[in-house]
């Protein structure tokens, strides 16, 4: 399958708590941050991501607590900071219970960052499965 066509199917298919997420960030449009959701980058689809702070954003649930998956999770993290992206990880629990405090947090980075350099690598891959 297609990146593109599993990113879509995926959009379609968001956790409550992505979703309810996914609201949050939208009203950050007005203040000129926007979000791609479930945007395939280089083999991975990044739950949220915004390409011109270089800013990924991922919701974790029970899964994200195993040794194994948290140790994929870190060498993932370390790829896409070596391209000057940051990875913030939020559990379901924080976006199900203090929503508000997650996109203060998110906020807070965004406003002390700089937008990054655009780059041919900090794109998504177009036609090409990794």
Known sequence: MKPTTRAREMRKALTPQEARLWVGLKGL??????FRKQAPVRGC????????YRLIL?????SHRTEQQAEHDRIR???FAR????????????IRDNLH?????????????????????????????S
Do not use: Q, W
Request: hydrophobic content about 35%.
């Open 101 to 129: 405090a997650v996109l203060t947090y998110i906020r807070d980075v965004l406003e002390t960052s700089p937008p990054g350099p655009l780059t041919r690598s900090s794109l998504p891959m177009k036609g090409r499965e």
């Open 77 to 79: 993290d370390a790829v």
């Open 83 to 94: 391209e000057g992206f940051r990875t913030l990880r939020f559990e379901n629990a924080a």
């Open 58 to 62: 991922e919701v974790d649930g029970a």
């Open 45 to 52: 689809f990044l739950d949220f991501v915004c390409f011109e």
């Open 29 to 34: 449009r007005r203040d000129g941050y926007h």
